[in-house]
């Protein structure tokens, strides 16, 4: 047995990472590991635009960001007050456990 046949072969930087490793950004399509994307597949700077962007809606009162708000805002409001006085179902019945 000759010297290079016991060898381990080291991998370098770049055969570190399997092509199943590396995914792309929903929105721009930046090719990143998988680790470094958000929860919903952004990557960092699409979540902080998008995250600017919602901010920015919220604080001029229009858009769609703000149209979804006010409507489930709304639609929350009916609810908790339908439930107050009592049209509407009034959840789980609590159970006394003493």
């Known amino acids: 047995m000759g010297r290079g046949k ?15 490793d590396v ?13 470094s994307l958000s929860v919903r597949g952004l990557c960092r700077v699409c979540s902080v635009q998008n995250m600017l962007d919602s901010v920015q809606q919220m604080q001029r009162k229009q858009g769609p960001i ?6 489930r805002r709304e639609a929350g409001l009916k609810a ?6 009592g049209n509407g179902d009034n959840g789980p019945e609590k159970i006394d456990r003493r």
């Open 6 to 20: 016991d060898r381990v072969v080291r991998k370098t930087r770049s055969d570190k990472h399997r092509p199943d």
């Open 66 to 71: 703000y149209e979804l708000w006010v409507n």
């Open 23 to 35: 995914v792309l950004c929903r929105q721009c399509g930046l090719s990143s590991l998988r680790g």
């Open 80 to 85: 908790t007050r339908a439930l107050k006085q």
